[in-house]
C-alpha cells in the first residue's frame, strides 16, 4: 500500500462533539482520536457547568439547612453537643457551604482530573505502558463525561423528590449505599463502601480503561482495567476506612 493510499484510509479527526457522542455511543473511537489529538477543555467546562446547575437547582429547591441538620441527625457525635453550639454550627455550615460548592467544587473537579491522569499515568508506566501526561490528562477528561449524565440525572431528582427526603451525599439511587440507610442506622464504613459501588463509577472506570488500551501500543484492555481498577480498590478501602474512623463524619 502507497503512503498516499495509507493517508487516504486513516480517519479523519473528530469535532468536539462527534468525540463527545462516541464516548457515549463508540468509545473506542473516541478515545483514538483523543489520544492522537489530545484535549481537556470541552468535557472538563460541560462537567462543571452541569454540577454548577444542580447546586444551583439544590441550593433553590431543597436548601442547605435542610442538609445540614439531615447530616447532624445522622451524627450520633453532633447529637451530643449543646443544643446552642449545634445551632450555631449549623448556620455557620448554612452560610459558608454554598461558597464551598460553588468555587471549589469546579476547582475540585479539575484537581480530580489531574491526579487521576498523574496517578493512572505512573501505575500504567510501571506496567510497562508508553503514553505521555497529555495523553492521560485527555483521557482523564473525557472519561468524567458519565459524571455530566449523573449531574442532569440529579437535578432532575431534586425537582421530583420531596425536598425532604432528597440525601446531597446520595442523591441518586446507582450505587449500593441507596438501599441501605444512612448511618448510624448502618455502619459508616459499610455505607461508605456501598456508596462506592456505583454504576457511573464503573462507567467512568470502563471509560478510562478503553483511553488507556487506545492510546498506549501493546497495551490490552485487560491490562488497562487492572491499571484502573488497583487505584480504584485502594482508594475506596481508605476512604471507608476513616469513614468508619472519624468521629465527626
Known amino acids: 500500500m502507497t503512503p498516499e493510499a495509507s493517508s487516504n484510509n486513516a480517519a479523519p479527526p473528530l469535532g468536539e462533539v462527534g468525540r463527545i457522542a462516541d464516548v457515549f455511543i463508540d468509545p473506542k473511537k473516541a478515545f483514538a482520536d483523543i489520544a492522537a489529538r489530545p484535549g481537556w477543555i470541552v468535557p472538563i467546562i460541560l462537567v462543571v457547568v452541569a454540577y454548577l446547575a444542580f447546586m444551583y437547582c439544590f ?20 447529637q451530643q ?14 452560610k459558608y457551604s454554598p461558597i464551598g460548592a460553588y468555587v471549589a467544587g469546579p476547582i475540585i473537579i479539575v484537581v480530580v482530573a489531574l491526579i487521576v491522569a498523574g496517578v493512572l499515568l505512573m501505575v500504567c508506566k510501571m506496567m510497562g505502558a508508553s503514553l505521555g501526561f497529555k495523553q492521560m490528562f485527555g483521557i482523564s477528561a473525557y472519561a468524567m463525561l458519565p459524571g455530566l449524565i449523573s449531574s442532569i440525572l440529579a437535578t432532575i431528582v431534586v425537582f421530583i423528590k420531596n425536598p425532604e427526603d432528597f440525601n446531597l451525599q446520595n442523591p441518586l439511587a446507582f450505587n449500593l449505599g441507596a438501599f441501605l440507610e444512612p448511618p448510624p442506622n448502618s455502619g459508616k464504613a459499610l455505607y461508605s463502601l456501598a456508596t462506592s459501588i456505583d454504576l457511573f463509577s464503573f462507567w467512568t472506570i470502563l471509560l478510562l480503561a478503553v483511553g488507556i488500551s487506545a492510546a498506549a501500543r501493546r497495551f490490552p484492555f485487560s491490562k488497562a482495567l487492572t491499571a484502573v481498577l488497583l487505584p480504584w480498590i485502594v482508594l475506596v478501602l481508605i476512604k471507608a476506612g476513616w469513614a468508619g474512623f472519624n468521629p465527626f463524619g
Open 81 to 94: 453537643m449543646d443544643p446552642q453550639q449545634r445551632e450555631t454550627l449549623i448556620q455557620q455550615q448554612v
Open 59 to 78: 441550593t433553590t429547591h431543597v436548601g442547605w439547612e435542610h442538609s445540614m441538620r439531615q447530616a447532624m441527625e445522622n451524627n450520633s457525635k453532633m
